[in-house]
């Protein structure tokens, strides 16, 4: 099974750490977290947001495993059906497959691309993408330049839309695709992303409310083979 890497930095919320290792364990998703200090971050002339991206290179650079996957704290997947199917679609894609999104800030905003905030990718993507830069800059987001040089090369890449988002919170639009925001469900409920995991405080209560449906969904299976 893919085996998910999931950058954080020392000052993430404790709570959102928690329940992310909680939804991992419950829908069976292998993730290995890599944390850094802010600290150490800063003393190399980087933001965390631009090590991000670095830390996306070097896992490209380092693993050995067919399939990679990435995953950010404040993203959980609900099913580890889907993650056998989207591992099987990208080894014979030889490239990647993620939960869209889109960089509104930046001049590239109307392109939709696998964020890697939930992505798989074959090991070696980035090789047939040319290895570009990862980290984000003025034009493209984290990541963001992997989906783009694919593209550009004629490599076909899948995308997994949104299906709905929390009213509770801010939504942004997905380049002409419609709009994704605060606590987006994607596919078919395969995917929950919380989004914006510093303002954390405000919305930890929609990440809890998905772990306790992966909880009853559990005991649930717990009661019926017993």
Not at 72 to 85: A, E, N, T, Y
């Amino acid at each position: 099974m893919t085996v998910f890497h999931c950058y954080i930095c020392d000052n993430v919320d404790h709570r959102l750490l928690a329940l992310h290792k909680e939804a991992c364990k419950l829908a069976k998703v292998k993730t290995k977290y890599h944390t850094f200090k802010i600290n150490e971050i800063l003393k190399e002339g980087l933001s965390p947001h631009q090590k991000h991206g670095w830390f996306m290179e070097h896992i490209f650079k380092t693993a050995q495993e067919e399939t990679i996957g990435f995953i950010d704290i404040d993203c959980i997947i609900l099913s580890s059906m889907c993650v056998d199917k989207w591992s099987k679609t990208v080894e014979q894609s030889g490239t990647i497959l993620g939960a869209a999104q889109s960089a509104n800030h930046l001049p590239s905003r109307m392109e939709v691309y696998p964020g890697p905030a939930m992505m798989i990718a074959h090991k070696h993507a980035w090789d047939l993408a040319g290895q570009p830069s990862l980290i984000a800059d003025n034009e493209y987001d984290t990541g963001q330049k992997l989906y783009h040089e694919l593209s550009q090369r004629g490599y076909h890449v899948d995308v997994i839309m949104p299906k709905s988002h929390s009213p509770e919170g801010e939504s942004w639009q997905l380049g002409d695709k419609g709009r994704y925001g605060i606590g987006t469900i994607y596919g078919d409920g395969e995917v929950f992303h919380l989004f914006q995991a510093s303002q954390g405080p405000s919305y930890v209560h929609l990440l809890e409310e998905k772990v306790r449906l992966l909880q009853n969904q559990a005991s649930s299976r717990n009661e019926s083979s017993s």
